[in-house]
Structure formats: C-alpha cells, structure tokens
C-alpha cells in the first residue's frame, strides 16, 4: 500500500502516515493501520475525537446485520469442546484482539493521567474532602488497570 493510499484509508495527511512508519507501523498492513489509527484518535482530542466516534458508528450498523457471527462463534466453540469430555477444563482462546486489548489499556492510562492531574491540581488547594476524594478515585483506576493488566496476562499467546 502507498502512503497516499494509507492516508486516504485513515483519513490523514501523508506527512503523518510517514511518521508513522518511521516510528514503525506496518502501513501495508490495513487491520495494523487502522489499529493504530484508533489508538492515536483515543489519545488525541477535537476533531480526531470525531473521526473515533465517526468510525465506530459506521461498524455498528455492520456488526448488527452480520447475524452469521454467532453461528459463526458457535461452530468455532463446538470445535474446540468437541474432544473433550462436558466437565473437564478447556482453555479457550481469548474473546478479544491484541489490538482491542492495547486500546483498552492506553485509554485507561489516558484515564489515570488525567485523575492523577486533577489529584495533584486538588493538593496545592488544601481542600482535604476534594483532596481525598480525588486520591480514591486514583487508586480505583489503579486498580481497575491492574485487574484488567491481571486478566490479559491470562490471555497472552
């Protein structure tokens, strides 16, 4: 794929899709692209925050009408159970893509920076409720990264 290719597949300029594949995207890989399209959009905010929401509304629409999925999902569980007896323990390959999984921890880390911000925003302040309302706040999302950091681990390949 060309960089004017890949531009007009993620809807940015050249000059960026350079820069990317300094940095070391795939850019002839579409699903890497647009992957990391997506974790760039969540990290940025205007109007890169409308092209997430704007890409996301438009596969909506298709993971609705594709009524094969579950049939699909269906066969695929019936193949991995089918050698094994109903109460013995099958591991089961993960219900998400690695892509999928980066997002979701970078957008949490997003989250933790701006709750640490505020936190420290709210120290210089002295104002003890806010202040310690904030700290709880902090230490929730810690905890929900660690719990999810927990669960993907279980799922590396």
């Given at each position: ?26 850019i002839?890989?579409c699903k ?18 409308r ?5 996301l ?9 594709n009524v094969?999925?579950?049939?699909i999902?269906t066969?695929?569980y ?15 390959p993960?219900?998400f ?5 980066s ?13 640490h911000?505020?936190l ?15 700290d709880?706040?902090l230490?929730?999302i810690?905890?929900i990264?660690?719990s ?10």
């Amino acid at each position: 794929m060309t960089h004017k290719e890949a531009a007009k597949l993620v809807k940015r300029d050249i000059r960026t899709i350079q820069r990317w594949e300094k940095a070391g995207v795939n850019i002839a890989d579409c699903k890497a692209l647009l992957a990391y399209a997506d974790i760039m959009d969540c990290k940025a905010r205007g109007s890169s925050k409308r092209r997430v929401r704007a890409r996301l509304d438009a596969r909506v629409p298709a993971l609705v009408d594709n009524v094969s999925e579950p049939a699909i999902l269906t066969s695929e569980y019936r193949a991995i159970l089918a050698n094994s007896a109903s109460d013995a323990f099958v591991d089961l390959p993960a219900p998400f893509t690695q892509a999928q999984a980066s997002k979701a921890i970078w957008s949490l880390i997003d989250l933790k920076s701006s709750f640490h911000r505020r936190l420290e925003g709210l120290r210089s302040t002295d104002h003890a409720l806010s202040t310690e309302l904030a700290d709880s706040e902090l230490a929730e999302i810690t905890s929900i990264i660690d719990s999810l950091n927990r669960l993907l681990i279980a799922y590396e390949p």
